[in-house]
């Protein structure tokens, strides 16, 4: 089906996934939807939240997708319950923080590290209730204002912010969960401070359910080229290309 695969995010850090995405679907066609008028969503409180994740979804389903892809934690672990409710025909795809794969992979000390909103909400704590083993410890930490400072490429507030963050984690994690898609982006920065940790996202997973549920669902295209249109809310611009 030559329908699109409409991505959203508040700002640049759903290319991770979509990156992720087109590696595994080279002849689908994209749009991604890009709220960075609205960035951080981490900070937003819920009903903006659901305002403004709502009115994103409208807009790529108005643009001819055949499939959303929340590449937010944030967004999905406050919103897609409720867009699923609303949008009962349409197929989401959510990107939640990968406490199962490392809770899975039995790692014991798992530091998970995501916006505000969503270390906040009850999905993160279902995850982790559904997931931990008694002998595994799951520390929550809050990147606040990270992922602001990834979309604004501000270097300096980086290391601030990951300077704070090593010194209130009194301890040395197994492995670190990055529960955010602007996070990926700054993987060295936080490699040099948790220089013995694993690093998981849930990317490659979320590319793999992409996949198996436009098969499910017949809905394969085989004749787009990985075309990509950007749509960013606070540029008003529409731009292409087939990186
Ligand atoms: N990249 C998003 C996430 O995965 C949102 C970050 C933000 O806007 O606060 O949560």
């Given at each position: ?226 075309k990509v249109e950007y749509f960013s809310t606070k540029e008003k611009y529409a731009s292409q290309n087939n990186n």
């Open positions: 089906m030559n329908k699109k695969i409409g991505i959203l995010d508040s700002g640049i850090g759903g290319t991770t996934i979509l990156s992720k995405i087109k590696e595994l679907l080279p002849k689908e066609d994209y749009i991604y939807y890009k709220d960075d008028k609205n960035n951080p969503y981490g900070e937003k409180n819920d009903d903006e939240l659901q305002k403004i994740v709502r009115t994103g979804v409208k807009f790529l389903l108005s643009n001819d997708c055949k499939i959303i892809v929340l590449a937010c934690n944030t967004a999905t672990t406050k919103c897609i319950k409720n867009l699923r409710a609303e949008f009962k025909n349409t197929i989401f795809i959510g990107t939640e923080p990968a406490i199962k794969v490392a809770c899975d992979n039995n790692y014991k000390d798992i530091l998970v590290l995501a916006t505000e909103a969503t270390i906040d909400s009850k999905r993160t704590m279902e995850l982790i209730k559904q997931n931990k083993k008694d002998y595994q410890e799951v520390t929550l930490i809050k990147g606040k204002g990270l992922a602001h400072a990834i979309e604004m490429n501000n270097k300096e507030e980086i290391t601030r912010i990951l300077k704070d963050i090593r010194k209130q984690v009194k301890f040395n994690p197994d492995v670190i969960v990055l529960g955010c898609t602007h996070y990926p982006l700054i993987i060295d920065d936080i490699k040099y401070f948790f220089k013995n940790a694993d690093i998981i996202d849930g990317s490659d997973g979320v590319a793999r359910q992409v996949k198996r549920l436009l098969e499910e669902n017949n809905l394969l295209n085989s004749k787009g080229n990985g």
